[in-house]
Nanobody, 118 residues
Framework: QVQLVESGGGLVQPGGSLRLSCAAS????????LGWYRQAPGKQRELVAG???????NYADSAKGRFTISRDNAKNTVFLEMNSLKPEDTAVYYC????????????WGQGTQVTVSS
């Protein structure tokens, strides 16, 4: 059974920081491409950050310079460090894993709520 479980969300003030974690099981974690997506009310789900099996990263323009995605293959965990948070970062954040070689299998976590508000 494939499971992705996000944690670390919560309420934070603008300018604050938050670190999200996603623990995976049921997949060969080290070879999967991973990503963090978010979905705000009334909006489409969007990619925030991605990381390849080799550690290459990419970010949405809105996240560049503020967010950092990383992975710890030994712990089957992917992280999203979020700094300088803005109210527009408020969303449910989802962990995603894509299977090689074609990345045609997508697995999702249940999501964790991030609310940025003063």
């Amino acid at each position: 059974q494939v499971q992705l479980v996000e944690s670390g969300g919560g309420l934070v003030q603008p300018g604050g920081s938050l670190r999200l974690s996603c623990a995976a099981s049921g997949i060969i974690f080290s070879i999967y491409r991973l990503g963090w997506y978010r979905q705000a009310p009334g909006k489409q789900r969007e990619l925030v950050a991605g990381i390849s099996s080799g550690g290459r990263t990419n970010y949405a323009d809105s996240a560049k310079g503020r967010f950092t995605i990383s992975r710890d293959n030994a712990k089957n965990t992917v992280f999203l460090e979020m700094n300088s948070l803005k109210p527009e970062d408020t969303a449910v954040y989802y962990c995603n894993a894509e299977s090689p070689p074609n990345y045609n299998r997508h697995y999702w976590g249940q999501g964790t709520q991030v609310t940025v508000s003063s």
